[in-house]
């Protein structure tokens, strides 16, 4: 989105969402547990859960019951927040809408509702997600990588120095984050993966709620870092890409076996398609800046990076800079190094969509994040280096 009222974009969501009271928390899963506990230690009160997993209805989650949507009905003070991710919540929104209910007036997502509740109401910064990207380093070379790993002539591997200093800057501006992922490339062959960890780890681990980072499955985990991820609770999402490179089978194999030995919490990553974000027919330079605009906004793309003590407002669009694909703006960023405590309100807009142009640069040749990509391409598949 545009900004066209910085600093008050959000004044009129929150003067509706201060008049309720009582939430249902739809998706009883990982995120609904860790809203459950957010708004638990904040004193919110929470109605129950919603889910559509019908096997688990009227049973209890985190000491509140299971409802299905049709079994709710809102009172005035009264509301829902959506706790899945962004990736999964297409369907939902569906639902909410046949249902009649209003989007920021019956129903938040779990970014909007943490959000405005600490900026508007407790006066702090809350930040939904971030991206940490501290090396483009990658034994894999998959055609369609959303890092453009195949582009990169030249890799990017920050020192110790630089990775801790964008970890200081970040934090001095926000109080609390839900998910802080450390990123790649493969971050397993980041060099300081381990002091990296242990910095945020022992500086920070408060102010985080899901400290993560991912592999792609084929590299061995050193048993001093895996003692480290136990640790700081690091958790772990695992892509399986069996499929595409199956001489690593046994990697993966060992991957889970060593995950579960250090009692890490992790995730497996398996997909049967994947996206091209920017195949070479993509040409939107013609575009004007409306349409870039409705581009971007439709894009639902749910990451920005931080590097280099700014936040970019499309993570692959930055990717994309890093691979030489595309020129980083000025008005596509948001500068963490200025940031001052009354400007709370402007850096919660940009997080959540809004920059001072509507649009990246890179949009001019992206077809878009997984709701409205066509290009649906094998997973993993990898390209001859
Ligand atoms: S594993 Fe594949 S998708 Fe992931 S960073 Fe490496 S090349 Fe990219
Ligand atoms: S269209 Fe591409 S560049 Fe634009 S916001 Fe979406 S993912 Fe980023």
Known sequence: MKWKNKGHEFDGVYDKLKRKNRFYLFGAGMYGKAMYEELSSLGVGILGFIDNDETRLHSEYMTKE???????????????????TPFSRGPIMQQ?????????????????YMSLKYVYELKKMYISSVSFLPS???NLNCEACLNFTPYIKHQMVRSLQQVKEDVDI?????????????SGGEPFLYPHLKELVTYIGE??????????????????LKDDILEILA??????????YRLAVPEKADVFTNVIRKLEQYHIR????????????????TDHSSWDEYRLTKHFEAC?????????????????????????LTEESEDEVYNLKEFQKDQMKELMEFRMGYNEKGYVNFCKRCAGFVDINPNIVEPAKQKER
């Open 266 to 281: 992790y995730d497996i990553n398996k997909v049967d398609r994947w996206i091209d974000l920017a195949p070479m027919s």
């Open 203 to 220: 500086k920070y681990r408060d102010k985080i709620h899901f400290l993560q980072t991912v592999t792609n499955g084929t590299v061995e």
């Open 231 to 240: 640790r700081y609770q690091v958790g772990v999402t695992v892509d399986d």
């Open 96 to 112: 909410i809408q046949i249902k009649g209910y209003i989007y920021n007036e019956d129903v938040y997502t779990m970014e909007t």
């Open 66 to 84: 299971i409802f299905a949507l049709n079994e709710i009905t809102l009172q005035e003070d009264e509301a829902i927040i959506i706790c899945v």
């Open 136 to 138: 483009t380093c990658c």
């Open 300 to 324: 639902h793309e749910p990451w920005q990076e931080l590097r280099g003590g700014r936040l970019y407002s499309c993570n692959y669009a930055s990717y994309a800079a890093v691979a030489g």
């Open 170 to 182: 970040f934090f001095h501006a926000v109080d609390y984050i839900m998910l802080f992922h450390i």
